[in-house]
């Protein structure tokens, strides 16, 4: 067990990455995240249906930040699934390739 001995900061530091804003980093809760994924992923929503839908139906701190939040889920999905699949015959012979590379015993 740990005990945080000293004062809490009055306000939470800019995000990183910021250059402009100075506004306080809070980050997204990680259950609004997995929402945005399942209704990408399973119900095959678009992207500003999703937001559109999440920001009329729940509560503030179930709404995810801002349009591009949704589309930056959208696409790491659908990155993930064009990675799983062969996009032309000369990626399937390279992961051919690689296959009987791997199994080969010297």
Same mark, same amino acid.
């Given at each position: 067990m740990y005990e945080y001995a000293g004062t !809490?900061? !009055?306000?939470?530091?800019?995000?990183?990455?910021?250059?402009?804003?100075? !506004? %306080?980093?809070?980050?997204?809760?990680? %259950?609004?995240?997995d929402r945005i994924r399942s209704a990408v992923e399973t119900e095959r929503r678009k992207p500003r249906d999703v937001y559109t839908h999440m920001t009329t139906q729940d509560a503030s701190f179930y709404r995810p930040r801002d349009h591009k939040q949704v589309r930056n889920v959208a696409q790491t999905v659908n990155n993930e699934q064009v990675g799983s699949k062969c996009k032309n015959a000369a990626d399937e012979l390279q992961q051919l390739v690689g296959r009987v590379y791997m199994n080969i015993r010297f």
């Open positions: !809490a900061p !009055a306000v939470l530091p800019p995000h990183d990455n910021s250059r402009t804003s100075q !506004a %306080e980093h809070i980050r997204t809760m990680p %259950e609004v995240i």
